[in-house]
């Protein structure tokens, strides 16, 4: 079965730092492009950035590059979001998700970042 | 940033067909890359529903279906459940962003 379970979520202040982390199983991580997704609070759906299965190139929405940089680490089965200089406006729910054919087929739960002073 | 066009809110009946529209433009879907469609319960992560504009992943039922043409795609839903009220969205990419791009999502609401 796979599954996607993200941590380090939380409340932070503006211009601050978080890192989430993706752990996932169930499937050959090392195959797989993977992103993170985020919806703010009773808003839509937004990409913010995604990974190649080699860690090597990485892609971000406008909005976050030079702020959030993407990493993963194959042997730990892992994916990382590190997340600087946060703003308010990047308070939202994160999805760590597996891409399949330009799309996403598994997603984890999800984890809350709360950037508020 | 919703560069896909969906319209806020459909309803339906049980049993009825509802659709739903997901208008792009000529860096997405007019460039012709995929669609995919996603079903977002109250509370939940979003769920796989259509990829590559028509097909189905393994375990979404029948009653759900994609088509796409032109600038513009649909999601239709048969034999409306009380099971289906949710917000859907619709996704693809977009060639002038440089990256993935979602519709602005309708809550389907069943009477």
């Known amino acids: 079965e796979v599954q996607l379970v993200e941590s380090g979520g939380g409340l932070v202040q503006p211009g601050g730092s978080l890192r989430l982390s993706c752990a996932a199983s169930?499937?050959?991580?090392?195959?797989?492009?993977m992103s993170w997704v985020r919806q703010a609070p009773g808003k839509g759906l937004e990409w913010v950035a995604n990974?190649?299965?080699?860690?090597?190139?990485?892609y971000y929405v406008d909005s976050v590059r030079g702020r959030f940089a993407i990493s993963r680490d194959n042997a730990k089965n892992s994916l990382y979001l590190q997340m600087d200089s946060l703003r308010v406006e990047d308070t939202a729910v994160y999805y760590c998700?597996?891409?399949?054919?330009?799309?996403?087929?598994?997603w984890g739960q999800g984890t809350l970042v709360t950037v508020s002073s | 940033q919703s560069v896909l066009t969906q319209p806020p809110s459909v309803s339906g009946a049980p049993g009825q067909r509802v659709t739903i529209s997901c208008t792009g433009s000529s860096s997405n879907l007019g460039a012709h890359y995929d669609v995919h469609w996603y079903q977002q319960l109250p509370g939940r992560a979003p769920k796989f529903l259509i990829y590559?504009?028509?097909n189905r992943p393994s375990g979404v039922p029948d009653r759900f279906s994609g088509s796409k043409s032109g600038t513009s795609a649909s999601l239709a839903i048969t034999g409306l459940q009380a099971e289906d009220e949710a917000d859907y969205y619709c996704?693809?990419?977009?060639?002038?962003?440089?990256?993935?791009?979602f519709g602005t999502g309708t809550k389907v609401t069943v009477l």
């Open positions: 998700a597996r891409e399949h054919y330009g799309g996403w087929d598994y």
């Open positions: 590559g504009n028509s």
């Open positions: 990974i190649k299965q080699d860690g090597i190139e990485t």
């Open positions: 996704q693809s990419y977009d060639s002038s962003l440089d990256g993935y791009v």
């Open positions: 169930g499937f050959t991580f090392s195959s797989s492009w």
